[in-house]
Each structure stands twice: as structure tokens, then as C-alpha cells.
């Protein structure tokens, strides 16, 4: 997956950063998952996105 990837090449350029790939869709669907909680406890969020519906 893209996200495990991204990841990895991160953590060969720093191997003391902290990563956690996820690979859910964010939307009404994972609001339980991703909800302002999850991202309060965040420094940082990089996306991968290919392609969404319009």
C-alpha cells in the first residue's frame, strides 16, 4: 500500500520519526476513527490521494 511505502522512505530518512500508516477513507463513513480527537493528538498528516469522486 501507498501509505506503508511513504512510510518507509520516511523512516530511512529519519529513523527517530514516529509514523503510522493508515489506509481508511476519511469521511462520514470513519468520523468515529478520524475524529478531532485522533487528529488533536497529530503533528502532522501527509495524504496520498489517487482519485476521489467528485
Known amino acids: 500500500m501507498k501509505s ?12 527517530n520519526i514516529r509514523v503510522n500508516p493508515h489506509q481508511n477513507r476519511v469521511g462520514p463513513e470513519t468520523e468515529k476513527v478520524y475524529d478531532d480527537d485522533f487528529f488533536e493528538a497529530l503533528d502532522g498528516v501527509a ?3 489517487d482519485n476521489v469522486d467528485a
Not at 4 to 15: D, L, S
Request: aromatic share 0%.
Open 4 to 15: 506503508e511505502t511513504a512510510a518507509a522512505a520516511v523512516k530511512q530518512m529519519n529513523p
Open 47 to 49: 495524504n496520498a490521494l
